[in-house]
Nanobody
Framework: QVELVESGGGSVQTGDSLRLSCVGA????????MAWFRQAPGKEREFVAG????????LSSEVSRGRFKIDRDNGKNTVYLQLNSLSPEDTAIYYC???????????????????WGQGTQVTVFS
């Protein structure tokens, strides 16, 4: 059974940083595109960033504005999301997602992903 477990969320002040982690189990991590999405209250789940299997290419959405960075360690079955210069608009549940893929395309739609974690809450106070 595939399991993705996120951690690293919390409550912080505007301008602070957080580093989210997602550990995968029950899947061949080396063959899965990994991504982070987020969902704020009353809003749709949106793509934040994705990273290829090889880790040599990433894609970040406009919400990042250069503040967020995704990376992965295949040896640890872990993908990370570094969140910098956080603002209250970044308050959301952050989800890790995995998609079996051998292509060099980074998918940005929720429906494209095979597996999801339970999410980790990020709350940013002004």
């Amino acid at each position: 059974q595939v399991e993705l477990v996120e951690s690293g969320g919390g409550s912080v002040q505007t301008g602070d940083s957080l580093r989210l982690s997602c550990v995968g189990a029950g899947l061949n991590f080396n063959t899965h595109l990994m991504a982070w999405f987020r969902q704020a209250p009353g809003k749709e789940r949106e793509f934040v960033a994705g990273i290829l299997v090889t880790g040599d290419a990433t894609l970040s959405s406009e919400v990042s504005r250069g503040r967020f960075k995704i990376d992965r360690d295949n040896g640890k079955n872990t993908v990370y999301l570094q969140l910098n210069s956080l603002s209250p608009e970044d308050t959301a549940i952050y989800y890790c997602a995995a998609k079996a893929s051998s292509s060099r395309m980074i998918f940005t739609q929720r429906r494209d992903y095979d597996y999801w974690g339970q999410g980790t809450q990020v709350t940013v106070f002004s």
